[in-house]
Nanobody, 123 residues
Framework: QVQLVESGGGEVSAGGSLRLSCAAS????????MGWYRQVPGTQRELVAVLKHGGKLEYGALVRGRFIISGDSAKKTVHLEMNNLRPEDSAVYYC?????????????????WGQGTLVTVSS
């Protein structure tokens, strides 16, 4: 079973930085895309940053220029450097990965979510 393990959340003061990491296990396949989404209770989950196989990057409009995503599709890991954090960045951050196949006998694509890690930015 494919699992995503997230790390690096916590509390920081406004203007500070945090680094989130996510690692996938339980699959032999490299990812098609892997990245971060965030959600505040009562609102929709929104895109933070995604790294696609081949190197294409996507950022949410609210974090572009402050957050940097990096990773390795073969190693199935991504990292998110969050700089100049603001109180409005406070949320639960979820890692998501898309793989081309579920396993060696099921060639349907697979999407997996992590359990989430809390980021709190105090003013």
């Amino acid at each position: 079973q494919v699992q995503l393990v997230e790390s690096g959340g916590g509390e920081v003061s406004a203007g500070g930085s945090l680094r989130l990491s996510c690692a996938a296990s339980g699959t032999m396949y490299r990812f098609d895309a892997m990245g971060w989404y965030r959600q505040v209770p009562g609102t929709q989950r929104e895109l933070v940053a995604v790294l696609k196989h081949g190197g294409k990057l996507e950022y949410g409009a609210l974090v572009r220029g402050r957050f940097i995503i990096s990773g390795d599709s073969a190693k199935k890991t991504v990292h998110l450097e969050m700089n100049n954090l603001r109180p409005e960045d406070s949320a639960v951050y979820y890692c998501k990965a898309n793989f081309p196949y579920t396993n060696w006998y099921d060639f349907s694509p697979l999407e997996v979510w992590g359990q989430g890690t809390l980021v709190t930015v105090s003013s």
